[in-house]
């Protein structure tokens, strides 16, 4: 089934046509608000959004209004994955672990998803969401350091380098900042670890491309891991309304 999978944030959005049979060489595109009516309107998929921000049921409701098939990820529609957490948990979070067990169904699993958070969970291969952690991104750590000090620069994540011995103010905000969030992604998959067999650690987000070659495990990187899993999500629901 082909679907177009959009992930919805405050300001951006990203979407791709997923193929569900082959979801592979996936070609993100990054929009907006303003442009994605646009660039989905001679579209004739079925879409599938998924979001933890309120404009994204606004983004369901105006796609709909304009003739457009629409699944609004929802985790009351996610049956087919046993979740040990309160209702509190984001539909992201969900959608990288039904993406993640789809690729590796034989695969205990560490998914670290990094952007304006870092969140570290733990997925069992018998499709048990088991829980995780959630830390600053690394844009956030660089934002906050300069903007609640008086002289330290504002540095660019992209940009940072690790040094073992800073000698210069900053060398020293830049390892600094690797350390935290390498080192409080490490400290995270540590623990999810003792609750998992042999797991594959899975990362994606745009923070996780800057700090993935900090992080001491050995991990693979699937970018468009939330929007497969956002088109996984959407495809029982499909299937059953013969769509």
């Given at each position: ?6 992930d ?37 998929l ?115 380098e ?43 987000g ?17 970018p ?20």
């Open positions: 089934m082909k679907i177009i999978a959009i919805a944030g405050n300001t951006h959005l990203r979407f791709a046509k997923i193929d569900t049979e082959n979801p592979q060489n996936v070609e993100i595109i990054h929009s907006n608000y303003e442009k994605i009516f646009a660039e989905l309107k001679n579209e004739d079925l879409i599938s959004v998924a979001s933890v921000v309120p404009k994204g049921e606004w983004l369901c409701n105006e796609l709909c209004k304009i003739g457009k098939k629409v699944y609004s990820c929802n985790r009351k529609t996610i049956l087919n994955l046993k979740i040990n957490y309160s209702e509190t948990l984001g539909i992201d979070r969900i959608v990288d672990a039904i993406a993640g067990l789809k690729l590796f169904p034989a695969r205990d699993l560490i998914i670290i998803d990094s952007g304006t958070a870092t969140t570290i969970d733990c997925v069992r291969a018998n499709r048990e969401f088991l829980g995780g952690f959630i830390l600053p991104g690394i844009k956030i750590t660089t934002e906050v350091i300069h903007e609640k000090t008086a002289v330290l620069p504002k540095l660019k994540p992209a940009d940072l690790f040094s073992e011995m800073p000698q210069d103010t900053v060398s020293a905000i830049a390892s600094g900042l690797i350390a935290d969030c390498a080192g409080g992604i490490e400290y995270g998959i540590d623990f999810c670890e003792k609750k998992l067999e042999n797991p594959l650690i899975l990362g994606c745009g923070g996780w491309e800057i700090i993935k070659k900090f992080v001491r495990k050995p991990t693979q990187s699937i468009a891991l939330t929007l497969i899993g956002t088109a996984f999500a959407a495809e029982n629901y499909f299937t059953l309304l013969r769509l």
